[in-house]
């Protein structure tokens, strides 16, 4: 399929990942000259309506969302039965693959990440959308390691996950929360529990759980504690133990009541993690080879939910003594984690100063680790940008030079690009109101062709491009096929004996064109004017229609022709053969060859007036004759 054109928009250069359901291609897109990648539904799954719901939801949910750490979509689509989305392409390769690369990775860059990630799900969740496949597949890492979230393809919208209840499981089963397990409501927490796993699996390099089936694996999740995160990497912060596991915790209502609250702790352990470790990562895991983003080895799971058995009851007389157990332990976890959140804030009572650092044309991910660096604290305020390339810092309060006590909030201005707007459906619109309408959006009509169609009215918008729903950034144009209007009627007038000049101007006010112009000789019109004409004067035609003219030439203009023969004299054994001819319009060479003597050449030649031909051997004239 590389190589092909789809939609008569996209060119497919590169086959770069697979999915369970699609292939994904680096394309290039020639109406916007930009690379994108385009995944494609697998040909088995065109006829199947499930999978085509399930293949458009992922692009509608994405498309609803806005956010550097987001793939943006630009289109989606069907050409030949071949349903496509069209995407932002990043050029770097997926979490999975760094994970399974390096192993488990450097604290703070994995803590940068999910800080990332999790601000992706705010943004989703903000707007009303569950990802419910949250996965190291899904994450795609920039080459600067900034993270950007894929793959909507099971995503659902929060009213109606949390609304519903299903007997089947949607998700890759080694990230599934215990409630997507065990096919129960589905809320923002479930997403959550996801990422703890992902975050867990970047700190360790190994998943909480695994097992020999994929129901095994969903019953470890809804029964089974996750290893301890302190057994397995002591090293890192107690606190980062705890949001690991606040993040994992079976009960939905135990976890984080949203990702803007667990960015905010997991802010707090990146500033306790040591400069030391924030400046170690060596430049090997920047040379390391690329895997095209877009990959994905593990698919996304359809599981029967499994039987989970109730928990058994504590005996009457133990209640009261286990729930007072649980509620101490509770305030002490509550203690710790508090005590911990307070230490890694850092110097409350410290009066050290820090100059604050240039940060504007960095990518956003280097400006938060180089003010974490710094005992900085970071916000983040985005605005469109038709000029700076989304993740790029455009500003900073406060300003860069300026000495701040540590700890100090710093906020960032990000810009997040161009600005996109949907593209509306305009067809069975008149064009000027497709105009009113495309301005309020920041588009406008570009090249405007007309059709007939006999069934819809004159100006009718009958098709566009792009396509609906695509998203286009504001400024671009929309290039629309109208109705074309009824031709009027048009009784053709009598050009004969006028100029052609004369009839062009008349044409262009009878709204005809000119059609084939021919000449006559020896008519009784003057010469240059109009001696007939198709259709005859009187006859009817169609605006748009073409007339076709003939002008009168003098007699003595019209052109003569002859058949003339010469012998090739003697002389030189090659000789280079012209046959010149004048006439009354001019001189010029009709034949031209390398002859012997005694070759017989025979020509036809055509001039107007007094015609002169002459034979020239090796440049010298030989001979002459006239017509």
Known sequence: MEKQLLNNRYRLEQHIGSGGMAEVYLAHDQLLDRQVAVKILRPQFSSD?????RFRREAKAAA??????????YDVGEDNHRHYIVMEYVAGETLKTAIARQGKLPAARAVAIAIGIASALEHAHDRGV???????HNILLTPDFFPKVADFGIAKAISAATATTSSTIMGSVHYLS????KGEKITLQSDLYSLGVVLYEMLTGELPFSGESAVAIALMHVQAKAPSLADKAPELPLLLDAIVSRLLAKNPTDRYPTASVA?????????RLSSAELDDETDQTRLLPRVSAGEQSEETAVLEAPYVPPASEPPAADKPSRKKFFLTLAALLAVGFLL???FSYGKFWSGAEVKVPNLV????????MQLTQQKLRVTLSEVFDDKVPAGTVLGQKP????VVKEERQITLIVSKGRELSLVPDLRGLLQQNAETQLQRLGLKIGQVTEQEDKTKNPGTILSQNPQPGSQLARGSVIDIVIVKAQAKPVVVPDFRGLSLNEVKIKLGALKLALGEVTEAYGTAYPSGSVADQRPAPGKEAKEGDAVQLTIARPESEQPKQALVEFVVPEGAAAQQIQVVVTDARSRRTVYENAHKPGDRIRTTVEGVGSIRIQLYSNGRMIEEKKL
Do not use: Y
Request: aromatic letters at 4%; one cysteine or more.
């Open 49 to 53: 309506d499930e999978f085509i719901t």
């Open 64 to 73: 609803r969302l806005s956010n550097p750490s987001i793939v943006n979509i």
């Open 130 to 136: 569950v990802h419910c496949d949250i996965k190291p």
């Open 178 to 181: 215990p409630e997507q397990a």
């Open 263 to 271: 960015i905010q702790d997991l802010k707090a352990v990146l500033r």
């Open 340 to 342: 911990g959140l307070f």
């Open 361 to 368: 044309g960095m990518k956003v991910a280097d400006a938060q």
């Open 399 to 402: 300003e860069p030079g300026t």
